[in-house]
């Protein structure tokens, strides 16, 4: 199959770019001597998730227990489930450990770890629980210092679940954009999920495992001392926000959509293609950025970037690309009905999925369809 | 099945008030005297088409050929593709027709109109084709006064395809907000694309069909003199972007997410919620309106909405529940962990979008799974 084959709007992977991808953030946790496990929610591929584990990651994280069952069914055992649980979820954590799944999972809460213990010990079941600690107040967890802390781990001991660790995600580094702040966000990350660690080892709780990472402090730490391993998720394809970021060029974007160029408005210099909101979600996450990129960053069929050329607007099925600045007047002559472009997206994970499927285009110009997964 | 068995997030649709929409719809459109071919794209659920079907619509209306195919096989035969062709689609386009399918497919300009009649005359086919108009500057389609419409006429009645009419979506009624305003881009709409109709016809040209619509001015028109068929798609469901609009009321929205609360963050009044951006979609559609909902308004179980809670920040599995203003002290008592919440959408046809299936609440109870589909 050949590009020129495809019916679009295709979410393409640039396998050379996602491989050079892969090697780089391995390369990086290595030499950190941490054991390094993708987020696996940016592709949900089998393909994309065997390329990381083949580069040597060490068990995989997960967003949703479908990916936990999709991936445990395609030969991965070792993983994490990176969302507090939500008792609803606790039969189906439990049926994917009695199949012989390493399931861990996650609480920053004495009633969420309440709930596990009750089903837990109701079912005659141990589960691998970690608890999930606030480095920057983002989001979820419990703060480092907090007494709650130790309350949760009270429960589940005396609950006799084993307590597998301390996982953070230092998200705000995705609001970062220089290589000074993204390595103190990093070691804030480190130091306040180490910190979290010793004081439950202090108490006499086991915390053997010490899990932190986001993709831009993942590459931008310096030293990971007293962590175990390291997690990160869009680095596999990266996306405009992560280069907004500052963690990479424009050419090491692995995804991008292939769209088709339908009609034109001459006067206003707009070219519409077959790749809307639908096709690029909704995520406007460089609108606060340096850089706007708006829907995207179009490119050539090759896949090089036209410096200016973004989709301005949006709707389910119709993106408007334009020139940023002054409108290209000579919009028709440039992309001409049936042009194929592609375009750069925002945010890689959601962008993905949009799509059913990936067509994997390989540096001999080979493509491959590649499933991938969705819902909970 | 009940409510409480479900595993959220889940994509709910009330049954009753999705059944009151169609049935409005319907009626204003009856007494327009106009047929109503729905735009299926909001739903991709053949339960939800059927019931628009009984409720006497006359076609359908699609944004893809995938919508297409999906609709044709469960017995709809009078389909409208409303997105202006690619030519790597007309091959799947001519495998409908050769099924039986009465596809009409749209284009606006003569590159498009000849790659139509290239690939009709190759293989032996008529294509029925409508010609977009542009009635409201906002996305695609041929201005009512333009020379370029009968151009494009003459390329495809000079290649043996049949015109089969005139087509506008007056999109820009979504930034609107007064009875008023609606009702004159309703007039718009009408008397734009009936203006073109009009040319056509005087150059001796057919154009049978007048198709015109979007929810708002569906629901605004006040006369339809000289249009054949009205289209709207989110109606079906409603949402906030249509409440901001005026066009619904909050307790006629028909989808919500159905979530638990995973956590909290007390000192900040957030509740952590199991909906992050993968259930609501990124969609930001009441960002720049009257009322910003931030990723949703937040109802308890049974549906009500509880006034200025809002998910005012998503991560992709991950939702942050707050109070508008001064943060809820109380949240942690209000929202225990492992409560039930729904939580209505800024845009239904993006949040329906990140389901693969819905489960549609009766007015009894029951619950009942309806599947759709994705991807072209």
Partial sequence: ?????????????????????????????????????????????????????QAGARGITVSTLKEAEQFFDAGVHDILYA????GNKLPQAAAL??????????????????????????KGLVFKVLIEIDTDDHRSGIKPDAASLLNVAKVLADGGMAIHGVMTHAGSSYDLNTPESLAN????ERSGCVHAAERLRAA??????????????????????????????????????????GVC??????????????????????????????????????????????????????????????????????????RAGEPDLDIVKRFPVGTQLRVLPNHACATGAQFPEYQALAATGAVTTWSRFYGW
Same sequence: chains 1, 2.
């Avoid at 020129?4 to 946790?29: C, E, F, G, Y």
């Avoid at 399931?103 to 770890?113: R, Y």
């Avoid at 495992?209 to 394809?237: K, W």
């Fill in 185 to 188: 966000m990093a070691e804030q």
């Fill in 97 to 122: 450990l009695s199949k012989g799944c390493d399931l861990k999972i996650l609480t920053d809460s004495v009633p969420s770890a309440q709930a596990i213990v009750d089903f837990a010990n109701a």
């Fill in 83 to 86: 969302v507090g649980i939500a």
């Fill in 249 to 322: 060029d424009i050419e090491d974007i692995a995804l991008s959509v292939l769209t088709t160029v339908i009609g034109h408005q001459e006067e206003k210099g707009w070219a519409i293609v077959d790749a809307g909101w639908m096709a690029m979600s909704r995520d406007r996450g460089t609108q606060k950025q340096t850089t706007d990129y708006g829907y995207g960053q179009v490119c050539d069929e090759s896949g090089n970037a036209l410096k200016g050329y973004v989709i301005s607007g949006a709707n389910q099925e119709h993106g408007i690309i334009s």
């Fill in 204 to 245: 006499g709780f086991a915390c053997p495992v010490v899990s932190v990472g986001s993709t831009p402090t993942a590459l931008a730490a310096r030293s990971l001392d007293g962590v175990t391993e390291v997690r990160a998720g869009v680095y596999v394809f990266f996306d405009l926000v992560m280069h907004n970021v």
């Fill in 1 to 53: 199959m050949k590009l020129s084959d495809l019916i679009t709007p295709v979410a393409l992977i640039d396998v050379k770019r996602m491989q050079q991808n892969i090697d780089r953030m391995q390369s990086q946790t290595n030499r950190l001597g941490v054991a390094f496990r993708p987020h696996v929610k940016t592709s949900k591929c089998v393909e994309v998730t065997q390329a990381q584990v």
